[in-house]
């Protein structure tokens, strides 16, 4: 969610134990699962029996701004087909596509008038059954969003429903009377901005909308709601697509009482008082709609996933989207994405939390999103950026979970924000300008090379803006470049994929109390390697002294795997450990 202003069967196991011993082709079947193309092989060792998605890096694709294929300054899918091979080469498992359905464009496709079409903007249904074949043919999985709560105000359904009081689409969206003459129903604010019910004069009732008033919500309390939402799923699944995002999910149902959210304090950036979404977040109905999705999604073969866009407060209510678990696989984990600092003790407390949460269920852990600030600034101190980008990448992708990564992450994309009102394209950036410059800064489109645009487009002119630092961040240029993020990137990356312990070890935190830096085991179960990852926040260099011994490890030396910087020559002696600032170690322990 938007949190930064103001988430079988005995025979299919027996064959994927068969291609384990036999070959390097990955994990589980499924039907976006192939025999890799011959070209790109790649070495995989998985565990046996997960689900695919257990051992997945996932990598969020903003559709608009990843590649343009036809020159109209706007990314497409064929665009995103002819970098597939880029994504392979990364170590990309899954692709989530922000929407690509047809939609006035708003709220930049969250605002849906059509779930079983794609814009045109973005291509066809023979494009995207394209994109997801060549995918497949690279073993990467596609992942689509699907935003349940709410339709754009020019879905058909919504244009019937305002129609009449007395229209069978009337009660899919929700209808009521005002208090009194030019009064809302109650105090319930938009995430947006302002008053969450909008007067409609044709029938004189007020809609209620929890995001833009283009948005209106879906009365999830209405059956043929659920059945035309679980429909247009089934859509997509039959399609080939791998999984969902799940888009504000929380946000499905509203008290039936309109009973009045608590004010609290002052003034948020709209100008509104600060509320509590209390009557219109996280109602426990929520959690019947997950299950029927879980129970739409294991209608089709191949462990199709589920991801919810939900910034739980706290690990009690992240744990409940586990359900029991019949619901959500990978639910987004919002509180370590906005630790906000570099904060060892803090991260580790989440970490801790969410490994050992009651429901067993996989951590799903990101930084950065098309609604976030980019990582490079929001965890970057202005002058070791790149550094503190480094070390990012080794707590997102080392921990025992399944990584969620933002397109551009892995070159240090920063957060580019309009520098006039006039150019922004997001509206909140209109309506709370210039405290809330709106999300355009983290939507710039990516920067592939040095060329016109970066090779984004060959447009005049692009969307957005591409950021002057393209110049210098870029795939080409740090392809090139053995010490860049890209590279860095690359190496742990594929350090997930080569090392057992990081496959399937468990996740232990040592040297619990240190302030500054932030310590852990992927701790192998047989005889081979674990894996020891030390990250230092802090500015300065430190020294630890590693006891290691109550863990099973008796060798008195670390065997460097990755570091950034590198470590002095006798710096992974466990005893006396020497982690530069920033620092970024990951070495062998037995
Ligand atoms: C989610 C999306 C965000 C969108 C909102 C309304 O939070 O991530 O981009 O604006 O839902 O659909």
């Known amino acids: 969610m938007i949190t930064m202003f103001p988430k079988r069967a005995c025979r299919i196991l027996v064959f994927a134990l068969l291609l384990h011993a036999i070959g390097p082709a990955p994990i589980l079947s499924s039907p976006q699962q192939a025999t890799p193309a011959t070209s790109v092989k790649r070495k995989l060792q998985r565990g046996t029996g997960d689900p695919w998605w257990k051992h997945a890096v996932i990598y969020e694709i903003y559709p608009r701004s990843f590649q343009d294929s036809n020159g109209d300054g706007i990314g497409d899918l064929n665009g995103i087909t002819s970098r597939l091979d880029y994504l392979h080469d990364l170590g990309i498992d899954s692709i989530w596509i922000s929407p690509i359905y047809p939609s006035p464009l708003v709220d930049f496709g969250y605002d849906v008038s059509d779930y079983t079409a794609i814009d045109p903007l973005y291509g066809t249904l ?44 009337r009660d899919w969206y929700i209808w009521r009377d005002g208090k009194g003459p030019g009064q809302p129903p109650n105090n319930w604010q938009s995430w ?22 283009e948005q209106p919500d879906l009365n999830w309390r209405n059956p043929e709601v659920r059945k035309a939402m679980y429909d247009a799923m089934r859509f997509w699944f039959k399609r080939g697509v791998a999984g969902f995002r799940l888009d504000a999910v929380s946000r499905l149902f509203e008290d039936p009482d309109l009973h009045d959210d608590p004010i609290l304090p002052g003034e948020n950036a709209y100008g509104d008082s600060n509320i509590v979404h209390k009557y219109t977040d996280n109602l426990p109905e929520v959690h ?14 191949g462990n199709r996933v589920l991801i919810s866009e939900a910034d739980e407060p706290n690990i009690t209510e992240l744990t409940k989207m586990y359900g029991k678990d019949d619901e959500i696989q990978l639910p987004m984990d919002f509180q370590i994405a906005d630790v906000n600092k570099l904060a060892a003790p803090e991260f580790r407390r989440l970490l801790d939390e969410v490994e050992n949460n009651a429901a067993k269920g996989q951590p799903h852990y990101f930084f950065s999103n098309h609604d976030q600030p980019r990582q490079w600034d929001r965890y970057g101190d202005g002058v070791h950026n790149d550094q503190i980008a ?13 990584p969620l990564m933002y397109y551009g992450e892995e070159i240090g994309m920063r957060t580019t924000p309009p520098a006039r009102k006039e150019d922004v394209q997001d509206p909140i950036g209109k309506l709370g300008w210039p405290e809330e410059k709106g999300r355009d800064g983290e939507r710039t489109p990516m920067q592939w090379d040095k060329s016109k ?24 240029s740090e392809s090139r470049d053995p010490d860049s993020i890209l590279s860095f990137y690359k190496k742990v990356l594929a350090l997930r994929r080569t090392e057992p312990a990081l496959q399937n070890g468990s996740y232990v935190t040592v040297d619990r109390d240190n302030p500054f830096v932030l ?14 990852v030390v990250l230092n926040m802090s500015a300065a260099p430190q020294t630890i002294k590693f006891d290691l011994v109550s863990q099973g490890i008796k060798e ?34 037995h």
């Open 126 to 169: 023979v494009d995207f059954d394209k994109l997801v074949s060549e995918a497949k043919n690279r073993n990467i999985r596609v992942i689509m969003d699907f935003v349940p709560n709410h339709t754009s105000d020019q879905h058909p359904w919504f244009k019937e429903s305002r129609s009449s009081r007395t229209n069978p689409k």
């Open 192 to 213: 947006f901005g302002h008053s969450a019910w909008k007067f409609d004069p044709a029938t004189n009732q007020y809609y209620y909308h929890h995001f833009y008033r």
């Open 288 to 301: 019947e709609v997950l299950r029927e999705m879980r129970r739409v999604a294991d209608e089709f073969p």
């Open 390 to 402: 480094k070390l990012m990448a080794a707590l997102l992708l080392m921990p025992r979970a399944t």
């Open 453 to 476: 645009n970066s090779g984004f487009s060959s447009a005049e002119r692009t969307w957005l803006p591409l950021p002057p630092s393209a110049a210098e961040y870029n795939v080409e």
């Open 519 to 532: 310590s852990f085991l992927r701790k192998n179960a047989g005889k081979g390697n674990s894996i020891l």
């Open 556 to 589: 008195s030396s670390a065997k460097p795997l990755i570091a950034a910087p590198q470590l002095s020559p006798d710096g992974a002696v466990l005893g006396h450990f020497t982690i530069p600032a920033f620092g970024v170690f990951v070495g062998a322990v």
